[in-house]
């Protein structure tokens, strides 16, 4: 690495000792950046990186409820945002019990970059709680939800910011957000928030989106190798939106899913996913992935240790991680190898750990890398905010090839920036190149704010 890259990481890990997840993501991406500071003398007297990595605003919050029983609870909530570059802040909201402040940040920067490879314009930023919404009634998560937004709803708005959902904020969380905001602000400002019912000023396809755009991605990466997704086996961390939608899509695509995941385990079903059960069992009872055996007795289950996701130990051809970040460690990737993976798609943030995304490479296995692979979520939002802007609703189809657009652009973005650099096909250091590119030459254009 370069003295201005050594300089730069140095203070970033020392200005935020306590953040590794930040500063494993910020690591990540200033790991690639080089041989484009090598081309680019002028970012270092412009301070480009510097500026890249702190975050324009950070607002942190208590988000008092109460519960069934009358009892208060106090959360914290979090909005980071952290670029508003190339539009108004854009990013989800997390609700999790692990959620603190690292995390929001190595997401808020994540998103910069990867909002910016859709080439739409949105800015960069994450929020969320430490709240858990397991095992909580319908009306805990609405009193939950009124209290976050009575105190961020003075920080957004369409042209400001505009939150999404991630991990544990889905259709009906942003019902109840939409609902608060609507009433403290007393006007119908649509685009504030999207991944909006389709009743309410949502989109069509918002909620397939980052599952199916995950597959554009793979079917196009390996297309460029000379592979297809016909035939292939497919093994998918998590069972939340980005994972069921991935699998839909894939078996749209004429491959199998043969396993699926939550955090208490993970299921195996060799005659491939029953995707319509594991749906029902998601998305209506809103219960644990080992209820797919009651139906399909047969498949098998494993229950997850302390820090191992015991998925990696089934075998397929494809693994695509659409659960949490470091999902993936070095001792999964050599699990994952020596069954003979061929290719990994990031569908989750983060979801491999630096060693493990290198060891694949090493080894021949193609990784469709976060940043770009999942970035198809985002970019139907950006689709939605269009259509709040203009009154107007796209139908599925439209929305769809609208995304599969977007995907072919950004994996085309990725392979671009790997042949100009001579990286061959390392997508992940084209991603963070391609993005970083785009990113830097609009702050030289904006000057110093
Ligand atoms: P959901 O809440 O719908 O689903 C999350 C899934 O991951 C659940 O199956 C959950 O299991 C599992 N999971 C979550 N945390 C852990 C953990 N600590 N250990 C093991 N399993 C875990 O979230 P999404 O599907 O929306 O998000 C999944 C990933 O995709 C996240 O990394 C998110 O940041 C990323 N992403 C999401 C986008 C979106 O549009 N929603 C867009 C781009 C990326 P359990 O129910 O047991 O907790
Ligand atoms: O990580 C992500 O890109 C998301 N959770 C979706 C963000 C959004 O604004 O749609």
């Known amino acids: 690495m370069n003295n201005y890259l050594n300089n730069v990481l140095t203070n970033v890990k020392a200005k935020n000792i306590n953040e590794p997840e930040f500063i494993q993501a910020v690591n990540e991406v200033l790991s690639s950046v080089e041989p484009i500071l090598d081309v680019h003398k002028d970012y270092e007297d412009l301070s480009i990186l510097e500026r890249m990595v702190e975050p324009e605003r950070i607002i942190m919050f208590r988000v008092p409820w109460v519960d069934d029983n009358g009892k208060i609870i106090v959360n914290r909530g979090y909005r980071v945002q952290f670029s508003s570059l190339i539009g108004p802040y854009k990013g989800g909201l997390r609700f999790h019990p692990s959620v603190n402040l690292s995390i929001i940040k190595f997401?808020?920067?994540?998103?910069?970059?990867?909002?910016?490879?859709?080439?739409?314009?949105?800015?960069?930023?994450?929020?969320?709680?430490?709240f858990d919404p397991k095992g909580k009634s319908d009306a805990e998560v609405m009193r939950?939800?009124?209290?976050?937004?009575?105190?961020?709803?003075?920080?957004?708005?369409?042209?400001?910011d505009v939150p999404a959902g991630d991990i544990g904020v889905g259709g009906r969380e942003i019902g109840y957000l939409f609902g608060q905001y609507k009433r403290i602000r007393d006007a119908y400002e649509g685009g504030v928030l999207t991944g909006k019912d389709i009743c309410y000023g949502g989109s069509l396809a918002?909620?397939?989106?980052?599952?199916?755009?995950?597959?554009?991605?793979?079917?196009?990466?390996?297309?460029?190798?000379?592979?297809?997704?016909?035939?292939?086996?497919?093994?998918?961390?998590?069972?939340?939106?980005?994972?069921?939608?991935?699998?839909?899509?894939?078996?749209?695509?004429?491959?199998?899913?043969?396993?699926?995941?939550?955090?208490?385990?993970?299921?195996?079903?060799?005659?491939?996913?029953?995707?319509?059960?594991v749906k029902q069992i998601k998305e209506v009872e809103r219960g644990r992935i080992k209820e797919y055996l009651r139906v399909h007795s047969d498949a098998l289950y494993t229950e997850s240790a302390?820090?191992?996701?015991?998925?990696?130990?089934?075998?397929?051809?494809?693994?695509?991680?659409?659960?949490?970040?470091n999902d993936i460690k070095l001792e999964d990737a050599k699990k994952l190898v020596a069954s003979g993976i061929m290719a990994v798609g990031e569908g989750a943030n983060m979801p491999c750990t630096?060693?493990?995304?290198?060891?694949?490479?090493?080894?021949?296995?193609?990784?469709?890398?976060?940043?770009?692979?999942?970035?198809?979520?985002?970019?139907?939002?950006?689709?939605?905010?269009?259509?709040?802007?203009?009154?107007?609703?796209?139908?599925?189809?439209?929305?769809?090839?609208?995304?599969?657009?977007?995907?072919?652009?950004?994996?085309?973005?990725?392979?671009?920036?790997?042949n100009t650099y001579n990286l061959g096909s390392n997508y992940v250091a084209g991603a963070n190149i391609a993005a970083f590119k785009k990113l830097a030459e609009a702050m030289k254009m904006q000057g110093v704010v």
């Open 354 to 418: 630096y060693d493990a995304i290198e060891y694949f490479q090493k080894n021949g296995v193609l990784v469709a890398p976060a940043k770009a692979a999942n970035a198809g979520g985002v970019a139907t939002s950006a689709i939605e905010m269009s259509q709040n802007s203009i009154r107007y609703y796209y139908t599925f189809e439209e929305v769809e090839r609208k995304l599969e657009n977007i995907m072919i652009n950004i994996f085309n973005e990725c392979k671009s920036a790997a």
């Open 107 to 130: 997401l808020g920067f994540e998103q910069i970059f990867k909002n910016a490879l859709t080439g739409l314009p949105i800015g960069g930023a994450k929020g969320g709680s430490d």
């Open 206 to 277: 918002r909620k397939e989106a980052t599952g199916y755009g995950l597959l554009f991605y793979m079917r196009e990466m390996l297309a460029a190798h000379g592979k297809n997704l016909e035939g292939k086996s497919i093994i998918i961390s998590g069972s939340g939106n980005v994972a069921i939608y991935a699998a839909e899509k894939a078996t749209q695509m004429g491959a199998k899913v043969v396993a699926m995941s939550d955090s208490n385990g993970a299921i195996f079903d060799k005659n491939g996913i029953d995707l319509d059960l």
């Open 144 to 160: 939950f939800c009124q209290s976050f937004m009575t105190e961020l709803y003075r920080h957004i708005g369409q042209d400001v």
């Open 306 to 325: 302390p820090d191992c996701s015991p998925i990696w130990g089934y075998r397929a051809d494809i693994a695509l991680p659409c659960a949490t970040q």
